[in-house]
């Protein structure tokens, strides 16, 4: 990743085109509570200082941790202090189904309509992503074939060889239910279902003994197909373009990947929600502006024509680039905050057999 600098930051912000229209005189100040460290510096370049010069709203950022814990303490006193949030997706989906957020004017903050459906809740936007794909090692592939699906991660007899998966069943259940034939768009209808519970454990019982390895951590795939101890395996695609820019040879199977995003909120209750409104716009919804983002710090939003701003070579490694998102869906958080209990449950039970 580009090594950050304040000078390097600010070069950057500088050169990019502010909101049209002339600055507003307004006294106004917004509060964003986000995850402080070097991301805070980015947003404090690219968006925070570029949007008070041009609308005189200020931002206040603060570094903050647990958030869903901060969220239901202000709303249990009724006194929203934070006006935006940045969102991890079980902090989302616990504030969404909790109604701790306001519904967002999709109107004002994608008034182009740029952003993809999928990234345009009711209540919270997309605002970067990381995908969870299907990583190869190319040098193993039988002659003239390569891995293109979850059904050929499950052929082992076309496919031979070692196996990692990740030790969760968030992710697992919907590659297995994928690679049974199901499509994408009603992966979580089906497995809403106690059948379509049963069908994904059942396809994973297939797969089950050629995995040598259910990785914990990141860095476990990555090592592994380093090693050549395992072939193929599940891996964040970040890890993956690292490791082939090292020379490993690997390849990411985007169709199928599963996108985890980031989410941006509004708090209920806030009084300034318009001006979170044009926050958020200005954050997720401009091409270029996201494009600068990504480049410094690899997790891509989804905004149509961010990669019009992004050298080629570079933006083919995302998982929002055209030419990969379209194979791979959108991990529902919502989905998981409500069946993750019984679910991982059963996962674990499911370990130990």
């Known amino acids: 990743m580009t090594r950050l600098t304040r000078r390097s930051l600010l ?4 050169a990019l085109p502010l909101l049209a229209g002339s600055v507003a005189a ?3 100040e917004i509060t964003y509570a986000g995850s402080g460290g070097g991301l805070a510096q980015v947003m404090d370049m690219l968006f925070d200082k570029p949007f008070t010069e041009a609308t005189g709203i200020r931002i206040k950022a603060l570094a903050t941790t647990d958030r869903v814990s901060a969220l239901q303490a202000m709303m249990k006193a009724g006194n929203p202090i934070w006006d935006v949030a940045e969102l991890t997706p079980v902090e989302y989906a616990t504030a969404s189904i909790e109604g701790w957020l306001e519904p967002i004017d999709w109107a004002i903050v994608d008034p182009n309509n740029l ?6 809740l009711v209540d919270g936007g997309i605002a970067a992503t990381y995908s969870t794909v299907i990583a190869q090692r190319t040098d193993k592939l039988p002659e003239g074939k390569k891995i293109t699906s979850w059904a050929d991660f499950w052929d082992v007899d076309s496919f031979p060889g070692p196996r990692a998966l ?3 069943v968030m992710e697992n259940l919907e590659f297995a239910l994928i690679a049974d034939g199901v499509s994408q768009k009603e992966v979580y209808t089906v497995l809403a279902t106690e059948e379509g519970v049963d069908r994904a454990f059942a396809k994973l019982d297939e797969i089950k003994p050629h995995v040598t390895s259910w990785w914990t951590a990141g860095a476990q795939p990555v090592q592994m197909l380093s090693d050549g101890e395992v072939a193929f395996t599940t891996a964040w695609n970040g890890r993956i373009t690292q490791l082939k820019q090292e020379g490993v040879p690997v390849e990411s199977v985007w169709n199928g990947g599963a996108i985890k995003p980031s989410y941006v909120g509004i708090m209920k209750g806030t009084k300034h929600k318009k001006e979170a409104e044009q926050y958020i716009n200005f954050m997720i919804a401009d091409p270029q502006r ?3 983002f990504a480049k ?4 891509p939003g989804m905004t149509k024509g961010l990669y019009d701003h992004i050298d080629p070579a570079i933006g083919k490694e995302m998982p929002t680039h055209p030419d990969n998102v379209a194979g791979q869906f959108v991990v529902d958080a919502v989905f998981w905050a409500k069946h993750m209990e019984a679910l991982q449950e059963r996962w674990q039970e499911w370990m130990l057999e």
Do not use: I
Not at 115 to 120: I, M, N, S, V
């Open 11 to 14: 070069a950057t912000a500088m």
């Open 26 to 28: 307004q006294d106004v």
């Open 115 to 120: 952003l993809p459906d999928e990234a345009k």
């Open 166 to 168: 990740q030790d969760s």
């Open 290 to 292: 996201s494009a600068e």
């Open 296 to 299: 410094l710090v690899a997790y």
